[in-house]
């Protein structure tokens, strides 16, 4: 059974210019085209678009995916590679949540010192305009 990338954006829940472009960077195969050059999708192509979907979701980087999707090509391979892509980008994320909450801490302390008087005096607008 086969469908047009329309029908692939809507059971991948994947926008039709973003399958386009994993096609073009070779995340996703090219599929095969009818005689009047239309896409035509199947299972397979529903199925690797939810992974990458899903992986984007949890913010690996395209790099990463594509090593993750080789590695899941070789089932009765080692998964210590996957494994240390995975731990790699807990790091990534443990970094970016302690980032974000210094911004909070200091988002938080300007608003908290706002005299919610005039723009002219405002707190907030000052903490942005400041060169850190």
């Known amino acids: 059974m086969d469908f047009s990338i329309g029908e692939l954006a809507r059971r991948s829940r994947v926008k039709v210019p973003t399958i386009r472009y994993y096609e073009q960077i070779g995340l996703l195969p090219a599929p095969p085209r009818t005689q009047g050059q239309q896409r035509r999708y199947d299972s397979g192509h529903t199925s690797r678009l939810n992974f990458i979907r899903h992986a984007r ?68 607008i000052e903490a942005l305009a400041e060169n850190r």
């Open 57 to 124: 979701e949890l913010g690996f980087e395209i790099d990463a995916i594509r090593e993750l999707l080789a590695m899941s090509a070789e089932p009765s391979q080692s998964c210590v590679v996957i494994d240390d892509i995975a731990r790699r980008h807990i790091g990534e994320i443990d970094r970016r949540i302690a980032h974000l909450t210094t911004l909070r801490v200091e988002l938080q302390r300007t608003v908290d010192e706002c005299g919610r008087g005039q723009v002219c005096d405002c707190r907030v």
